[in-house]
C-alpha cells in the first residue's frame, strides 16, 4: 500500500510562493500519473496539477502560468511550486499517485494552504 506524506502548506499573503512536497512510500514500482488537487470549504475537490509518467503535464485552468508541477528523478516525490498566490487558492491541498490505468488514485492527508490579501 502506498503512503503518501505531504509537507510545505501554510499561511501566506497574496501575491507569495509556497512549494508543496509529496514523497510516496510503500512501492518500488513507478506511478503512472501523480500530482495534485485541492478541495476548498465548501465547494468539490478539483485538479490543480497532474504529471504522467512520460512527463505530461494538465493544470487547473485557474493555476496555469502559476504554478508548475515536477518529480524528482526516482520518481518516488512530486512537488508543486505555486507563485503569486491568491486568496482564492486557499484550500486543502492533496497529493495523489496513480499506480495503473484504471486503479483508483491513491490519496495523502492534506495539507492546509491559506493565502491572505
Known amino acids: 500500500q502506498v503512503q503518501l506524506a505531504e509537507s510545505g502548506g501554510g499561511s501566506v499573503q497574496a501575491g507569495e510562493s509556497l512549494r508543496l512536497s509529496c514523497t510516496a512510500s510503500?512501492?518500488?514500482?513507478?506511478?503512472?500519473?501523480k500530482g495534485w488537487y485541492r478541495q476548498a470549504t465548501g465547494k468539490e475537490r478539483e485538479l490543480v496539477a497532474i504529471?504522467?509518467?512520460?512527463?505530461?503535464?494538465r493544470y487547473g485552468d485557474s493555476v496555469k502560468g502559476r504554478f508548475t508541477v515536477s518529480t524528482d528523478k526516482a520518481g518516488n516525490a512530486v512537488y508543486l511550486q505555486m507563485h503569486n498566490l491568491e486568496p482564492e487558492d486557499t484550500a486543502v491541498y492533496y497529493c495523489?499517485?496513480?499506480?495503473?490505468?484504471?486503479?483508483?488514485?491513491?490519496w495523502g492527508q492534506g495539507i492546509q494552504v491559506t493565502v491572505s490579501s
Open positions: 495523489a499517485v496513480r499506480i495503473a490505468s484504471g486503479v483508483p488514485w491513491s
Open positions: 510503500g512501492r518500488r514500482a513507478g506511478f503512472v500519473a
Open positions: 504529471m504522467s509518467a512520460g512527463g505530461d503535464t
